[in-house]
């Protein structure tokens, strides 16, 4: 698209007024009715959409459908839900199984000898997404009850207005996408031997940078890290494209290459659930794509990786792989020189 717009820019006429934009997100053009376009402005903010708007959310009912005088029922009114009883295989809405944004679980009318936990696991058990579920009853949560941790209590009375706060925020929640990292088996191990490199929270070097730089030219990003992770972030040893010097391991692409010990491709964030409702790929830098080769230890813990990281959706071939692998090698060379220096 830049490519584009700087051959169009440079065959317009000197003078013209003729305004050549390109295309970005919340980007919105206006044309007047004499056919010049007005200036571009930024789309105006609209409200969230209740989760599952482009199709009416579905509540799988387990236990005795509710009451249409039911604060439950008129909650799920309120909210504009569709409600699929557990009997059926498919709600009047023509909505399948796997459509069920919330599972909602009458503890007070299981069927006779049916466990609550059992109804719970039955009731979630063959859909597609594992969706939220909600536990309605007359009493509180027993303290000895085996739930997984997911399932949440509304205990009876309620206000309609309560049922319906509950249930959209338990339906939000099933739509956030953000997945942090595992810790890796040998985390201490690892943590010991990152510190023993020296490196943390030390200036910028040159025989670093220079690899980031190349990196960046090399596959025409905008950003390059070599990034160390450390117990709660990600430290910056050597940054191209950033003044950021680290960040958050909660919201670290490079903390899933270190775990899995192998290199990450994220073609397109907003398209990997892991990735999608990260912060940094919903609001600024805007990560769309991350390419991160590992780095190791002299002793084989993986301390980080050299990435590369876009705004822009790309592929990533094989021989990228191969060229990004040789890059991360020569970075691990200097890392095993540190230890060595500090030994």
Request: charged share 25%; aromatic share 6%.
């Amino acid at each position: 698209v830049d490519a584009i717009l700087a051959e169009l820019k440079a065959a317009a006429p000197a003078g013209d007024e003729l305004e050549i934009i390109g295309a970005a997100e919340g980007l919105v053009l206006e044309v007047t009715s004499s056919g010049k376009p007005a200036r571009p402005t930024e789309a105006k903010p609209q409200e969230a959409p209740v989760p599952g708007a482009t199709r009416i959310p579905v509540v799988k009912v387990v236990g005795k459908r509710p009451a249409t005088n039911d604060p439950l029922y008129l909650g799920m009114i309120d909210e504009g839900l569709s409600i699929l009883d557990e009997a059926q295989g498919e709600g009047g809405s023509g909505a399948t199984r796997t459509a069920v944004g919330l599972v909602l679980v009458k503890a007070d009318h299981l069927a006779p000898g049916k466990s609550l936990a059992d109804a719970v696991r039955a009731a979630t058990s063959g859909l597609e997404s594992s969706p939220p579920v909600l536990v309605v009853s007359e009493h509180s949560k027993p303290g000895n009850l085996d739930l997984p941790k997911a399932v949440d209590w509304l205990k009876r009375p309620f206000s309609r207005e309560f049922a319906r706060a509950r249930m959209r925020t338990a339906l939000l929640r099933g739509q956030f996408r953000w997945v942090p990292a595992p810790v890796p088996p040998d985390e201490l191990q690892r943590l010991a031997a990152l510190q023993a490199l020296g490196l943390l929270d030390t200036p910028a070097e040159e025989r670093f940078d220079r690899l980031t730089r190349v990196a960046a030219a090399l596959f025409d990003v905008p950003i390059a890290l070599v990034s160390l992770v450390d117990a709660n972030r990600q430290w910056f040893k050597s940054c191209v494209g950033t003044d950021i010097k680290e960040s958050s391991r909660e919201m670290s692409f490079c903390a899933h290459a270190v775990a899995a010990r192998d290199m990450l491709v994220i073609p397109d964030a907003l398209r990997d659930d892991r990735f999608a409702d990260n912060p940094v790929v919903s609001g600024p830098p805007y990560v769309r794509f991350y390419a991160g080769a590992p780095i190791f230890t002299a002793d084989g813990h993986c301390a980080g990786t050299l990435c590369i990281i876009d705004g822009r959706p790309r592929d990533f071939t094989d021989d990228d792989k191969d060229r990004l692998r040789d890059l991360a090698a020569i970075v691990q060379q200097e890392l095993t020189a540190s230890s060595y220096a500090m030994a």
